[in-house]
T-cell receptor
Framework: DAGVTQSPTHLIKTRGQQVTLRCSPKSGHDTVSWYQQALGQGPQFIFQ???????QRGNFPDRFSGHQFPNYSSELNVNALWLGDSALYLCASRKQGNMNTEAFFGQGTRLTVV | AQSVTQLGSHVSVSEGALVLLRCNYS??????LFWYVQYPNQGLQLLLK??????LVKGINGFEAEFKKSETSFHLTKPSAHMSDAAEYFC???????????FGTGTQLKVEL
């Protein structure tokens, strides 16, 4: 079992550009959440996808959008990048409806905006 | 709304000493509480979780935490620290199964010889 996989592991973008981050959930999981972890901070919830729809959203602007595909994989898109978007972006997956399943995290994508 | 406060951004202990990392929570509903560990350049790994069953929760790597409603606390302990425990630890709360996690700002644990 490969667990949660994220790609790419690192990338550098310029202010104003757009970026797409990808996440493949752990086998058997159908719900994907995205978190932003700025340097020295705890992760902040961006949004959660289940059945290809955004189910919950944190306090992030509309520049942050996402998508979930029929195979449960997910993308996070950020438009008009700011320097402040530089962070580690974490994807977490779980199985909906099962009280005993935990959320598994990927190793993250380190985004640097210059 | 839920929130957690982690007291002490940096904690240093000697190898073999007790580890105590503090977490206090605020929640308008019965909380689910979690402790995660993050090693450098890694994602988060779940150490343990409280979901309204036993108040003393045992986790991996010898860690445990006790839910104290009267103190709104969920402190993480380990009787004897090991060098491999050096990492960043995050306390998190959610309002229920499947809900988003709200994390604290983290505690960096240093273990010295």
């Amino acid at each position: 079992d490969a667990g949660v996989t994220q790609s790419p592991t690192h990338l550098i973008k310029t202010r104003g550009q757009q970026v797409t981050l990808r996440c493949s959930p752990k086998s058997g999981h159908d719900t994907v959440s995205w978190y932003q972890q700025a340097l020295g901070q705890g992760p902040q919830f961006i949004f959660q996808y289940y059945e290809e729809e955004e189910r919950q959203r944190g306090n992030f602007p509309d520049r942050f959008s996402g998508h979930q595909f029929p195979n449960y994989s997910s993308e996070l898109n950020v438009n008009a990048l700011w320097l402040g978007d530089s962070a580690l972006y974490l994807c977490a997956s779980r199985k909906q409806g099962n009280m005993n399943t935990e959320a598994f995290f990927g190793q993250g994508t380190r985004l640097t905006v210059v | 709304a839920q929130s957690v406060t982690q007291l002490g951004s940096h904690v240093s202990v000697s190898e073999g000493a007790l580890v105590l990392l503090r977490c206090n929570y605020s929640s308008s509903v019965p909380p689910y509480l979690f402790w995660y560990v993050q090693y450098p350049n890694q994602g988060l790994q779940l150490l343990l979780k409280y979901t309204s069953a036993a108040t003393l929760v045992k986790g991996i790597n010898g860690f445990e935490a006790e839910f104290k409603k009267s103190e709104t606390s969920f402190h993480l302990t380990k009787p004897s620290a090991h060098m491999s425990d050096a990492a960043e630890y995050f306390c998190a709360v959610s309002g229920g199964e499947g809900n988003k996690l709200t994390f604290g700002t983290g505690t960096q644990l240093k273990v010295e010889l």
